[in-house]
């Protein structure tokens, strides 16, 4: 007796496509395809699930022929008071600005995960959209180790509830952190806290749902990569070994 299951179409969705060859994240590729920007052959394509042969099909983007890019793999100091964005609608200086040439916009390259504008430290970027998905995967839990500056002393029990997990209202609750007194002064505390997540504003919130304010966070490792000698405002490539450290990877790495 035959299946009446149907197949799925041969190939890959145009979205897909266009992220596996590192040109944009899907959701940026189905902004280009939707403006008509995509050809697939002779063939204008808006359709983002338009099925593609990559070892056949010719996939055009602003009548420039893609072809496998080189992975890249940076590593950035953020500064305090860059924002997380390609641009800012206030003008204000973005982490792009940071980058050289590594920040034009045809260079493709994307921010794994963020932070936010008034924190620093370690951020990553790449074109490779698989291995920030893997990276980003909560099921990967990769630990990410900040160092806090509180603008209050946090007792014992403050701690112990953050190394427990917090409720943060609306449902949400943090997974247990690590949490650690690094120095203390007449009215500030510094904390060092590894999450293996990543909420919105997650340390901000959990300080202030225990009452504090964070005057600096500064994001010092991501799994097994440090921030280094990086000053702020610097970058660097990572290493191959840095690069399979943190997540599989295929492809060639810029050098």
């Known amino acids: 007796m035959k299946s009446s299951h149907k197949k799925a179409p041969a ?50 983007l602003d009548n420039v022929l893609l072809r496998p890019r080189t992975k890249v793999y940076l590593a950035l100091h953020k500064p305090a008071g860059v924002t997380t964005t390609r641009s800012d609608e206030q003008g204000r200086a973005t982490v792009y600005d940071c ?42 839990h990769v630990p990410k180790t900040y160092h806090v500056q509180l603008d209050r002393h946090l007792d014992a029990a403050a701690l112990e509830a953050m190394r427990q997990g917090l409720d943060l209202g609306a449902g949400e609750r943090t997974r247990p952190a690590m949490v650690r007194v690094l120095r203390q002064g007449e009215k500030t505390q510094w904390l060092e806290i590894t999450l293996e997540e990543g909420l919105n504003r997650q340390i901000r919130r959990m ?49």
């Open 11 to 60: 190939g890959v969705s145009l979205e897909r496509a266009l992220s596996k060859l590192g040109v944009a994240s899907r959701t940026q590729a189905a902004v280009l395809i939707g403006a008509g920007r995509v050809r697939v052959n002779e063939r204008v394509v808006r359709d983002g699930r338009y099925r593609v042969d990559m070892h056949r099909d010719r996939i055009f």
């Open 99 to 140: 980058l050289g040439e590594w920040g034009r916009e045809d260079a493709w390259l994307a921010p794994v995960g963020r932070l936010d504008r008034a924190s620093q430290g370690l951020l990553l970027f790449t074109n490779d959209t698989q291995w920030a998905h893997r990276l980003l995967d909560p099921a990967s």
């Open 207 to 255: 300080a202030e749902a225990l009452g504090a304010d964070v005057l600096q966070l500064v994001r010092i490792s991501i799994g097994p990569l440090t921030l280094g000698e990086l000053k702020r405002g610097e970058y660097r490539l990572l290493t191959p070994a840095e690069v399979m450290a943190l997540g599989p990877r295929r492809g060639r790495t810029a050098s």
